[in-house]
């Protein structure tokens, strides 16, 4: 009797635990009975966060998250209305707004589906709205017009139970090939302007080289004439005084003359000096003009 009991509490207390679950916050739940999503009326029973009852052994809980969700793929190449490739790095939010179309449409809820569905509906929107717009609009004005026309195009995707609240568009880049490209040409183009500076340059410096040695020649031949003009008067100075010299005592002064002479002529004794013992030049030399 006791063992029956005991028996009988066992399953009422199984019966208790499976009867019963708990929904978190931020989640919702589905209950599946028989392979379909229990219904109240048209519309499927969506279990709110908190304890909630299901028939055991029978009913399966399908726990939905009910946050806000973040597809964050990766970057994919789209051809602008110019026939121009750009790879254009974007985002999505999401959250469930049909839980029961998005349990039946992701395969029971999977969100890794889910995101995969979204995403190529996403890429086609954006696809659509690049291919009309050249890469100027796009990159400059509008950009912010490309997001808000495809955020209202994918708002509701209503064959996934999805609403989109936000697509924003994080990074605009051009294929490697194409920066490759425009690098290089770019690159041309500033070593053609940098020459053409640098032509500029010299140009200027033999402007300003030809300037400077014209100024340096004109005032060299000032000074050379300012100097031959010094050297002129000093000349017509020294012979002035030479004349003044002369006049004063021509007879010293003939002998002064005649002792410069001698000293310049006899100061090497390697020198040989063919001259005629009466010449003038020997005037003084003479004993009887040194007795005098």
């Keep these: 009797m006791n063992q029956l009991k005991a028996v009988i509490l066992v ?87 049909d839980f029961e179309k998005f349990y039946l449409a992701t395969n029971g809820g999977n969100f890794l589906q889910a995101e995969s569905l979204l995403q190529r509906k996403i890429t086609n929107g954006l696809r659509n709205e690049i291919g009309n717009r050249t890469i100027k609009d796009i990159v400059s004005g509008q950009r912010g017009e490309v997001m808000e026309t495809a955020l209202k195009r994918m708002a509701r995707s209503s064959e996934l139970g999805i609403l989109v609240e936000d697509v924003r568009i994080k990074q605009i880049n051009l294929p490697q090939e194409v920066s490759n490209s ?82 310049k002529s006899f100061s090497n004794k390697s020198d040989v000096l063919v001259i005629s013992p009466e010449s003038d030049f020997f005037n003084y030399m003479k004993g009887s003009a040194v007795i005098k």
């Design 11 to 97: 399953l009422v207390l199984l019966l208790g635990f499976s009867s019963f679950f708990v929904i978190n916050e931020g989640e919702r739940a589905l209950v599946v009975r028989f392979g379909k999503v229990l219904k109240t009326g048209e519309e499927a029973k969506i279990y709110l966060p908190g304890l909630n009852f299901k028939v055991p052994f029978i009913d399966s809980i399908r726990v939905l998250s009910a946050r806000l969700q973040t597809l964050d793929g990766n970057a994919d190449r789209f051809v602008t209305s110019e026939k121009k490739d750009l790879i254009i790095d974007s985002y999505v939010k999401w959250r469930i707004e």
């Design 182 to 263: 425009i690098f290089q040409r770019m690159s041309a183009e500033r070593h053609a302007v940098a020459k053409e500076h640098r032509s500029q340059g010299y140009e200027q410096a033999e402007i300003l080289k030809a300037e400077v040695d014209a100024k340096v020649t004109v005032m060299l031949a000032e000074a050379n004439r300012q100097a031959r003009q010094k050297r002129g008067e000093g000349d017509a100075d020294a012979a002035k005084i030479y004349a003044d010299t002369y006049n004063k005592d021509v007879e010293f002064y003939g002998f002064l003359r005649s002792l410069e002479a001698y000293s």
